[in-house]
Nanobody, 122 residues
């Protein structure tokens, strides 16, 4: 059974940093593209970042480009989201997802974690 477990969320001040991790129990983790999405209360789920199976290609939402970095360690079956220069508008529940290819749309990912809350104080 595929399981994705996020960790690393919490409270951070504006301008601060957090690093999210997503540990996957995928036998062939290195074959999957991974993505991060977020959803704030009352808002739709939105794409944050994605990474190809090899880690050679990364993709970002314009709102986080230059501040967030997605990476992966296939030996540890883990994908990361380093978040720097956090803003209050980054406050949301962040979820990781696994799919066949990097994609900007949530429905392209069949496997999802439960999410971890990130709150940025002003």
């Amino acid at each position: 059974q595929v399981q994705l477990v996020e960790s690393g969320g919490g409270l951070a001040p504006a301008g601060g940093s957090l690093r999210l991790s997503c540990a996957a129990s995928l036998l062939t983790f290195s074959s999957y593209a991974m993505g991060w999405f977020r959803q704030a209360p009352g808002k739709e789920r939105e794409f944050v970042a994605a990474i190809s199976w090899s880690g050679g290609n990364t993709y970002y939402a314009s709102s986080v480009k230059g501040r967030f970095t997605i990476s992966r360690d296939n030996a540890k079956n883990t994908v990361y989201l380093q978040m720097n220069s956090l803003k209050p508008e980054d406050t949301a529940a962040y979820s990781c997802a696994a799919g066949e290819a990097p994609a900007y749309t949530y429905y392209s990912y069949p496997f999802w974690g439960q999410g971890t809350q990130v709150t940025v104080s002003s």
